[in-house]
């Protein structure tokens, strides 16, 4: 079965780093746009950020100048490096396969993923 596994999430003071990873399993990884979508208690799932598989990215606001999407088709990886996290930052991290749409395409809505992830807790103390 093909599968979405992420790693890297933990504890982190606020100001401070962290690096997810998601490997997929599958042999088609570039062929996927990938995204990574968050959710926290209470809250609904939302969308962070994507890496197309022409390699373009886009970001949510909230991330945007501290969080960096990419990826490495020879490993079968997509990253998401969190600078300067906040408190609000705290929830279950999702990684995410698409499908959808064209070469250059950065879907931002969780219908337009095909494959997801178990997730990775991040917590950010205060």
């Known amino acids: 079965q093909v599968q979405l596994v992420e790693s890297g999430g933990g504890l982190v003071q606020a100001g401070g780093s962290l690096r997810l990873s998601c490997v997929d399993s599958g042999r088609t990884f570039s062929n996927y746009a990938m995204g990574w979508f968050r959710q926290s208690p209470g809250k609904e799932r939302e969308f962070v950020a994507v890496?197309?598989?022409?390699?373009?990215?886009a970001s949510a606001d909230s991330v945007k100048g501290r969080f960096t999407i990419s990826r490495d088709n020879t490993k079968n990886t997509v990253y998401l490096q969190m600078n300067s996290l906040k408190p609000e930052d705290a929830a279950v991290y999702y990684c995410?396969?698409?499908?959808?749409?064209?070469?250059?395409?950065?879907?931002?809505?969780?219908?337009?993923?095909?494959?997801w992830g178990q997730g990775t807790q991040v917590t950010v103390s205060s």
């Open positions: 890496i197309s598989r022409g390699g373009n990215t």
């Open positions: 995410a396969a698409s499908t959808s749409g064209g070469y250059f395409h950065t879907p931002r809505f969780g219908y337009e993923y095909d494959r």
